[in-house]
T-cell receptor, first 116, second 115 residues
Framework: AQSVAQPEDQVNVAEGNPLTVKCTYS??????LFWYVQYPNRGLQFLLK??????LVKGSYGFEAEFNKSQTSFHLKKPSALVSDSALYFC??????????????FGTGTLLAVQP | DAGVTQSPTHLIKTRGQQVTLRCSPK?????VSWYQQALGQGPQFIFQ???????QRGNFPDRFSGHQFPNYSSELNVNALLLGDSALYLC??????????????FGDGTRLSIL
């Protein structure tokens, strides 16, 4: 079965420092991977995706993610954290058995807290 | 460019009641998916509608049903509400035919509380 795991419930980082939010995946076939961010009382906003090609994917708001096939990981990164980056981050994989659908399977989320 | 809109934003019901949640997809999108996000959890796929038909369903009971209208908007209906149905219900839209690797666009959700 397709799945993603986010091993950290919370990540704390000081403003201006680099941040990493971890995600590992388990899929059959080629992985289609996504990162979304959720601010309080809001829906999910798309940040970036990996389908194929370069292992380093650049997305919105200065975020990027590194795809590592050998480690089955897709960690989210940002060189310099902002207080406004504080939010809940979700890693997701497209369900390879979904046929024509683009059903997403989400991790449990990681709360990012950036201290001023 | 209107994004995904959901109504109502909040709803309080009691056990055993029925509820209808509504969603209008992002302009130009024709496919609507519904997700349930329980407190402290990631969203869980309920079902997806395309061409007014349910195309795929997640692991949810038949108490959860839906509908898609010719204008692509959608409703989620839940019957015989249980306390465990309390959650944020998210609607997501996309355009079929662009490939299943396209990101879904989410609305802000309906917060359903069951008393």
């Amino acid at each position: 079965a397709q799945s993603v795991a986010q091993p950290e419930d919370q990540v704390n980082v000081a403003e201006g420092n680099p941040l990493t939010v971890k995600c590992t995946y388990s899929v059959s076939g080629n992985p289609y991977l996504f990162w979304y961010v959720q601010y309080p009382n809001r829906g999910l906003q798309f940040l970036l995706k990996y389908i194929t090609g370069d292992n380093l994917v650049k997305g919105s708001y200065g975020f990027e993610a590194e795809f590592n096939k050998s480690q089955t990981s897709f960690h989210l990164k940002k060189p310099s954290a902002l207080v406004s980056d504080s939010a809940l981050y979700f890693c997701a994989v497209r369900d390879g058995y979904g046929g024509a659908t683009n059903k997403l399977i989400f991790g449990t989320g990681t709360l990012l807290a950036v201290q001023p | 460019d209107a994004g995904v809109t959901q109504s109502p934003t909040h709803l309080i019901k009691t056990r055993g009641q029925q509820v209808t949640l509504r969603c209008s997809p992002k302009s130009g999108h024709d496919t609507v998916s519904w997700y349930q996000q329980a407190l402290g959890q990631g969203p869980q796929f309920i079902f997806q509608y395309y061409e007014e038909e349910e195309r795929q369903r997640g692991n949810f009971p038949d108490r959860f049903s839906g509908h898609q209208f010719p204008n692509y908007s959608s409703e989620l209906n839940v019957n015989a509400l249980l306390l465990g149905d309390s959650a944020l219900y998210l609607c997501a839209s996309s355009l079929n035919g662009q490939g299943s690797n396209q990101p879904q666009h989410f609305g802000d959700g309906t917060r359903l509380s069951i008393l």
